[in-house]
């Protein structure tokens, strides 16, 4: 399901691919490396979603370099199947292309962000147009490379779906006509592309979508969609510094007791810069560990029967009379009556 939360990021999958792009165009690195989200802690960890705008900044550095109808072309490269996780199964696995690309419609909030860019489809007789909407400028060349993606990408895992290569009717951009159009005939299979439309879209003809794919699995699709809502579910918005601050210091935490120097270095800043960075955010390093501790000592209260020894143990506390101390400070009680009666509101 997707909430407000989920608005202002993509996957972290998307982000890869387009540091991927911008690596092979020679961005110089300091121009993006320490733009939110892109430490290896969460760039690489898929449960985390990056800020939009790390997204588009990485497009309009890319977009300084290359043209944008080449930056759709690398973005398509790097979109092998599989690298945008659970949303590209959706397209393959589903009984027939039309019926794929419905559900990627349905769960392009699994990859995107659809505060910002949405998938639509329109069935008309015997034509199926899909379109990318981003209000976006058509002279803002970062927008025209992503829409140009998107269709591109489209098409590549509806072929990949119907096991041959489909060949589009048409296609229009909300994009001005480059100076050369090789790139885009190449992308999308066919020099039917007007440019400066409304909007941006891909038209198939419907027998090509509604052909049974022969390798779809009764029940298959079903399963994909209870695990791209899960995808939703457990996803970890970065929606600010703290965010990634916080994500990156619970991980630490699964693994050992955090320091500070441990936790600077997973987000490649001194210590000095990081205790800088909290406070900056009204925070500071003890704060942040005592509410990490007091989150992870109610959870093992309330939903685990672990004595509360075992609790101190493995929340880094000395003995359970620290916890004692610890529980009453945080909730006014001791932990049996908290085990017992469960948070008050």
């Known amino acids: 399901m997707v909430t407000r939360v989920h608005q202002g990021t993509m996957s972290s999958a998307l982000i890869r691919m387009s540091v991927e792009a911008a690596r092979l165009v020679r961005v110089p690195s300091h121009g993006y490396a320490q733009l939110l989200g892109l430490t290896p802690e969460h760039l690489n960890d898929d449960q985390c979603r990056i800020p939009s705008a790390t997204g588009l900044r990485l497009a309009e550095l890319t977009a300084r370099h290359v043209s944008w109808p080449e930056q759709a072309m690398l973005l398509v490269q790097q979109s092998k199947l599989g690298a945008l996780g659970v949303w590209d199964y959706l397209i393959t696995a589903a009984p027939t292309p039309l019926e794929g690309i419905h559900d990627a419609a349905d769960y392009f909030a699994t990859v995107a962000d659809v505060s910002t860019d949405r998938l639509e489809i329109a069935v008309d007789g015997g034509l199926v147009t899909i379109s990318h909407l981003n209000q ?31 060949i589009p009717v048409k296609v229009t951009l909300a994009a001005k006509a480059p100076r050369c159009h090789d790139l885009l005939i190449e992308l999308y299979g066919t020099r039917a592309i007007t440019f400066e439309a409304p909007t941006s879209t891909i038209t198939f003809l419907t027998a090509d979508l509604t052909t049974p794919t022969v390798h779809a699995q009764p029940g298959l699709s079903t399963l994909l969609r209870r695990h791209a809502d899960q995808t939703l579910a457990t996803a970890i918005p970065l929606h600010s510094w703290l965010d990634l601050f916080r994500t990156t210091l619970s991980s630490v935490y699964d693994e050992a007791t955090p320091t500070l120097g441990v936790v600077a270095q997973r987000m490649n800043l001194s210590v000095r810069t990081l205790q800088r960075r909290l406070s900056e955010h009204g925070s500071t390093w003890n704060g942040e560990i005592e509410t990490l501790r007091r989150d992870h000592v109610t959870e093992l209260l309330l939903h685990t029967t672990l004595s509360v020894d075992a609790i101190a143990a493995r929340t880094g506390y000395a003995d359970a009379r620290t916890v004692h101390r610890a529980v009453q400070r945080w909730h006014g009680t001791t932990p049996i009556t908290l085990r017992r009666t469960g948070l008050r509101s």
Do not use: F, P, V
């Not at 490379?145 to 509806?158: D, H, N, P, T, V």
């Open 136 to 166: 976006a400028d058509m002279d803002h060349e970062a927008a025209c490379a992503i829409r140009a993606y998107g269709l591109g990408l489209y098409r590549q895992r509806l072929s990949e779906a119907a096991r041959r290569n489909l």
